[in-house]
């Protein structure tokens, strides 16, 4: 057990003056709200690009905004900076990314007490991906073996102090995601419904097992602590609201805020989903490869645009969710013009400039930039 504690004493911390997601959420009345994700730039340019970006999209009203953490900590001194500094200028509640991936005890230690300093109140406590260029993912010696190890040392160490997220997969984690031809068997409805195409064009789905096996390790995920869901991209709606009824089936009654990735380009979407095995409907499919010529990249923009506020219309009308969670990819055009078509933009805010690549340095690059 840490020295931390509640009332500030034990190792020089103090009592943040944040709130918890959970208690956020609980006190909007049904009213629905918005959250932003963004990753640490790997330049300086877009370092100051995002806290000028931040500061904008803040004006919206977010719930909250929250920061990726690099694998094995490898940004993790700028995802504290960008999160105490974002709180600080911006007053908005934050919640800070941890993973395990190459993570020893000592480096997350070190993050949790950051953050309590800092004044970060929520944490969202991931297994995170393997480093890139390898296969398979694998715990550190003196580390983590999972996001669930890491809900429970948080709690183990600072209580009830901390606000913990956990991620979701409406359409089973990727790395149980398997080609169909595996089963040996026809497919049932349910994972009809679910079934995608990987990035090699084979056909894939979660089976039911599995599927069941993730929901069940969710819902310990959930009895260890964790308070709020974030999910992961989904580009066909239904797929989120059936998830979250198997969630509420299971006794899972956390809020579960849809993980919105927007459609901007065509590598990028073609990228991203084969990387996350994400199940695209064929109609959608069909639609993107007709806009897929560089001169047609704005019309695809548009269709984006589009699409995420049908998906997100969609979302709330089910009454499957009562918040939108956008990943930004530190880009602000496309989130403006959902929000617009959902009544959702609380300001007249103009986006700025959006001629860098966010994504320079970054794991992201080698996945949907272009």
């Not at 600080?88 to 993973?99: F, K, P, Q, S, V």
């Not at 704005?298 to 499957?320: N, R, T």
């Amino acid at each position: 057990m840490s020295s931390w504690r509640p009332d500030g004493s034990g190792n020089g911390t103090h009592i943040a003056t944040s709130e918890k997601i959970l208690d956020k959420i609980n006190q909007q009345g049904g009213k629905p709200f918005i959250s932003f994700e963004y990753f640490p730039p790997r330049t300086d340019e877009g370092v100051q690009n995002l806290y000028a970006r931040v500061e904008r999209m803040a004006t919206l009203s977010p719930l909250f905004m929250d920061f990726t953490w690099g694998a094995g900590g490898s940004t993790s001194d700028l995802t504290l900076e960008l999160c105490t500094k974002t709180k600080a200028i911006t007053g908005l509640d934050i919640n800070m990314h941890m993973t395990c991936t190459n993570q020893v005890t000592e480096k997350v230690d070190q993050g949790l007490r950051g953050a309590v300093l800092g004044g970060v109140r929520n944490i969202c406590a991931l297994r995170g991906d393997p480093p890139l260029g390898q296969e398979k993912w694998e715990a550190t010696e003196g580390g983590f073996n999972c996001a669930l190890d890491l809900v429970k040392h948080i709690r183990k160490e600072y209580g009830d102090h901390f606000g913990i997220s956990v991620a979701g997969y409406p359409e089973g984690h990727p790395d149980i995601i398997k080609p169909i031809s595996e089963l040996g068997r026809e497919l049932t409805a349910s994972e009809k419904s679910r079934s995608t195409v990987d990035k090699d064009g084979v056909e894939c789905v979660c089976s039911d097992e599995d599927y069941k096996k993730e929901l069940a390790y969710l819902k310990e995920k959930i009895d260890a602590g964790g308070e709020v869901i974030l999910t992961q991209l989904f580009y066909d709606a239904d797929v989120f609201i059936q998830f979250v009824k198997d969630c509420r089936a299971i006794g899972i009654n956390a809020p579960i805020l849809p993980g919105i990735m927007i459609l901007m380009t065509y590598g990028g979407f073609k990228r991203m989903t084969g990387f996350c095995k994400t199940r695209v409907p064929a109609d959608l499919a069909k639609k993107v490869e007709e806009m897929k010529d560089e001169e047609q990249k704005e019309q695809l923009k548009e269709f984006g645009i589009q699409l995420g506020a049908d998906i997100c219309k969609k979302v709330l009308a089910s009454g499957a969710a009562q918040g939108l969670h956008f990943y930004t990819l530190n880009l602000e055009n496309s989130v403006y013009g959902i929000l617009e078509k959902l009544g959702l933009k609380a300001t007249d805010v103009s986006a700025g400039a959006e001629n860098e690549n966010t994504f320079q340095g970054t794991l992201i690059n080698t996945v949907i930039a272009k």
